[in-house]
C-alpha cells in the first residue's frame, strides 16, 4: 500500500464533463501529489504537465498499462469517457487495484443506477455497465467511494449550444419532465474533496443534483436571466432527435445512451433532488443561471 504515492486521476485529458481535469487540477492545489492518466500526448497532457501533474499515458482497456499507472498510488480517481468499453474498464482497475492495494478507490457513476435492479434496468448500455461496475466493485471488496452525479449541465453545450445561438431555442426532446443538471464543477469539487481525505467516506454513495428540479421551461427562463435575451424550450418528437444524433456521426453506444436519457426525462425519471455537493464539500451546487453565466459563448454569448 502507499498512501504517501501520488493520487491517479483517470480520464484527466478531459472530453466532456472534464471531470479527472478539473479533480487534478484541485487536487494540485491543495498541495497534494497528482499521477494524471491520459491516453495520448498531446496540449491537454502538456497543460496537465505544467499544473505539476505526473502525466502518465495508457489505455485503460490494457491491463498492463493499467497496472504500470496504479502501481505506488494509494487513492484512485477512475472515470473515462462514456463509451462501449466501460465494464471492462471498471474490472481491469478493480482486479488491477486489489492487486496493488489501493486505500480508496472513487467510482464515477450516473443517479440512474439508484433506480435500476435486476428487474429494473433501461436500453442504455452506459446504465447497465455503470450498474454492473457497481455490482463488480461491491463484490471486489474494495474501499469504494460511490459517485452518482445526474445529467452533467456541460451536456447542454452540445446538446443546446448550438440552437440557442442560432434560434434562441433549446430544442429537446424532455417533454414537460423535471430535471436538475450538476455542474461537473461542483462534481469535481466532490470527488476532490474524497480523495483529499477518504476514510470517512469509504462505502458511501453520493448523488449529485444541481439546486433545483424544473422543466425544460424552467431551465430556458434561467437561460434568458443568464444571457439577458429570450430563450425558449421547445419540445422535438424524439425520433427526431435521435435522426439528428445520428447525422451528427456519433458512436452507436453513445447515441442509444443519449436517446434513453431522452426517454427517461420525458417519462419524468430525472426529476431528482439531492444535497450530496453541499453535504460533501459545504457549498451548494451551481445554478443553471449561474453556469450559463459563466459559459455565454457557448451559447452565442449575453446580450449587453
Ligand atoms: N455527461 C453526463 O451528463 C454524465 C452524467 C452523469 C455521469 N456521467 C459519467 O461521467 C463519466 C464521464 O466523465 P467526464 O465527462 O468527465 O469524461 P470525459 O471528460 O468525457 O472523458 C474523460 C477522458 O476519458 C478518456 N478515455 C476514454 N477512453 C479511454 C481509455 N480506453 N483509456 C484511457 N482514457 C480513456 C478520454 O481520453 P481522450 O480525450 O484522449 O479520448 C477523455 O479525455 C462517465 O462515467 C459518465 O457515465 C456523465
Excluded at 499544473?51 to 497496472?67: C, I, R, S
Aim: overall charge neutral; glycine content about 10%.
Amino acid at each position: 500500500m502507499a498512501d504517501n504515492g501520488p493520487i491517479l486521476v483517470t480520464g484527466a485529458a478531459g472530453q466532456l464533463g472534464g471531470i479527472g481535469r478539473t479533480v487534478t487540477g484541485l487536487l494540485l492545489e491543495r498541495g497534494l501529489p497528482v499521477r494524471a492518466m491520459v491516453r495520448r500526448e498531446d496540449d491537454r497532457a502538456a497543460a496537465l504537465r505544467t499544473a505539476g501533474a505526473e502525466v502518465v499515458v495508457g489505455d485503460l482497456l490494457e491491463p498492463a498499462d493499467v497496472y504500470r499507472v496504479v502501481s505506488g498510488c494509494g487513492r484512485v480517481y477512475f472515470g473515462m469517457s462514456v463509451s462501449a468499453g466501460y465494464l471492462e474498464a471498471t474490472v481491469t482497475m478493480a482486479a488491477v487495484a486489489r492487486e496493488v492495494g489501493v486505500n480508496a478507490l472513487v467510482n464515477m457513476s450516473q443517479m440512474t443506477v439508484s433506480q435500476m435492479s435486476i428487474q429494473n434496468t433501461t436500453p442504455s448500455r452506459q446504465q447497465r455497465q455503470h450498474w454492473l461496475s457497481e455490482q463488480a466493485l461491491a463484490w471486489s471488496g474494495l474501499p469504494v467511494v460511490t459517485i452518482r452525479p445526474t445529467m452533467f449541465l456541460e451536456s447542454l453545450f452540445p446538446l443546446a449550444g448550438p440552437t440557442v445561438r442560432d434560434r434562441g431555442r433549446i430544442e429537446l426532446p424532455f417533454g414537460r419532465g423535471k430535471t436538475s443538471p450538476v455542474a461537473a464543477a461542483d462534481v469535481a469539487r466532490v470527488v476532490a474533496a474524497v480523495l483529499a481525505d477518504p476514510a470517512p467516506h469509504l462505502g458511501r454513495v453520493y448523488e449529485l443534483t444541481g439546486p433545483r428540479s424544473q422543466d425544460m421551461q424552467g431551465i430556458a427562463r434561467e437561460f434568458s436571466d443568464a444571457l439577458n435575451r429570450e430563450v425558449t424550450y421547445s419540445d422535438i418528437p424524439p425520433e427526431e432527435w435521435e435522426r439528428e444524433l445520428q447525422r451528427a456521426g456519433l458512436p452507436e453506444h453513445l447515441t442509444r445512451h443519449l436517446v434513453t436519457m431522452g426517454e427517461l426525462h420525458r417519462a419524468g425519471r430525472y426529476d431528482r433532488l439531492v444535497d450530496g455537493v453541499e453535504r460533501v464539500t459545504g457549498r451548494a451546487a451551481m445554478s443553471v443561471r449561474d453556469f450559463v453565466t459563466l459559459h455565454p459563448d457557448e451559447f452565442g454569448g449575453r446580450r449587453s
